[in-house]
């Protein structure tokens, strides 16, 4: 009876050696690279939740100014807290901005970057993202260095509570959005969703799909078995597993993560103004780049020589306030301006400031240099 098994599967074998073959073909084919996809999935997951920025402690180099206290919802009815900073009252009231604090900071961090905007007589609603500071932890929810759609409600919020405030104190309701790091991603995001915002600018931001696939190229090289994958990574391989992680997070993490590249490629013009580190080793310079390129015109970049990752206010503190409040000063200034400011705002200025700048061209004082792509 054996024998006779034997010769009837080896029968069977040369009768249907075609469908076997395209069977084992199919097992190479998709079953393989499924198993492998599945591994570097798990891998990156672990990179999302564990990755931490070069600074993971809260900054203590500057003077904590302290505000008055308020509570507000964000998007999803979530509790947050925030406080308002005043500006220099002899400049009168020269605006609203809002500040979004980099990932495990908190809202008092608003004193390291805003000191020149306050100076110029901006005032400056500074608030705490979920389970960071005062602001309430969400349960099951771990807040993770990329900015996830829980961040984006916590924005929108606060958006929405400055709004009725200025509304209520009879202001103009144009607002002016200031982020750091995962806080200027979401400063992007934002920006798609409310048209009363009407400048941005950001320090170290990042999109979060491009810096995923960067960490996931980077951490490849130690991780991966098969060297095709990581010395000859098509893009289309590296978008689509970040399409799969994308998936798992949903599934395992209950979170979504928007990508500000393309918040900014479908956003209606809006003024940008994009500082990063030269030396910054957690976030390239790069990231910048590609959000400089996804944006509309005006839009402005600042490479802060020698500065890391978080530093350029540190490195450069004069240069600074001083271009952080130009920027403002052209985009959102509601006062009636002062001489300078004035002279930044005269038509020939602004004919100057929103083309290609030259190298010896005249800008006006302070205001930041647009980058020349190539």
């Not at 074998?13 to 393989?32: P, Q």
């Not at 590609?290 to 540190?314: C, E, G, T």
């Amino acid at each position: 009876m054996k024998i006779g098994g034997v010769a009837k599967l080896i029968d069977f074998l040369i009768l249907n050696w075609a469908l076997i073959s395209i069977a084992t073909t199919l097992v190479l084919l998709v079953v393989v690279p499924a198993l492998i996809l599945r591994k570097y999935v798990r891998i990156a997951l672990h990179i999302v939740k564990d990755t931490m920025p070069a600074m993971s402690i809260v900054p203590r180099d500057f003077v904590r100014l302290e505000g008055d206290i308020v509570e507000f919802r964000a998007f999803d009815g979530l509790r947050l807290n925030g406080m308002f900073l005043y500006g220099d009252a002899r400049h009168g009231s020269r605006g609203m901005i809002i500040f979004a604090h980099e990932f495990k900071s908190d809202m008092y961090s608003a004193s390291r970057y805003c000191q020149g905007l306050l100076a110029a007589g901006y005032d400056v609603f500074s608030f705490d993202f979920r389970n960071h500071g005062a602001s309430t932890c969400e349960e099951h929810y771990q807040p993770l260095q990329w900015c996830t759609d829980r961040e984006l409600d916590d924005i929108l919020g606060a958006v929405a509570f400055v709004e009725d405030w200025l509304e209520r104190q009879q202001r103009p309701s144009a607002i002016g959005l200031f982020g750091v790091s995962r806080g200027g991603s979401a400063c992007l995001l934002a920006a798609r969703h409310n048209p009363t915002i009407k400048a941005i600018v950001t320090d170290g931001a990042f999109s979060s799909d491009k810096i995923i696939e960067h960490f996931m190229k980077r951490w490849a090289s130690i991780f991966a078995k098969i060297r095709f994958v990581y010395e000859n990574h098509p893009p289309t391989f590296w978008r689509f597993l970040r399409w799969l992680l994308y998936r798992e997070c949903h599934r395992k993490l209950g979170i979504r993560i928007p990508s500000a590249r393309k918040a900014l490629m479908h956003m209606a013009p809006r003024p940008v103004f994009l500082i990063h580190g030269e030396k910054d080793t957690y976030i390239p310079v790069d990231q910048s780049r590609i959000l400089y390129a996804a944006a509309s015109d005006p839009r402005y970049m600042w490479i802060v020589p020698d500065a890391k990752h978080n530093q350029s206010a540190i490195v450069a503190p004069q240069e600074y306030a001083r271009r952080t409040a130009s920027f403002f000063d052209r985009y959102l200034s509601e006062s009636s301006p002062s001489s300078a400011h004035q002279t930044m705002s005269s038509p020939e200025s602004q004919s100057v400031a929103t083309k290609e700048s030259k190298p010896n061209e005249p800008l006006p004082p302070g205001f930041p240099v647009r980058l020349r792509m190539k």
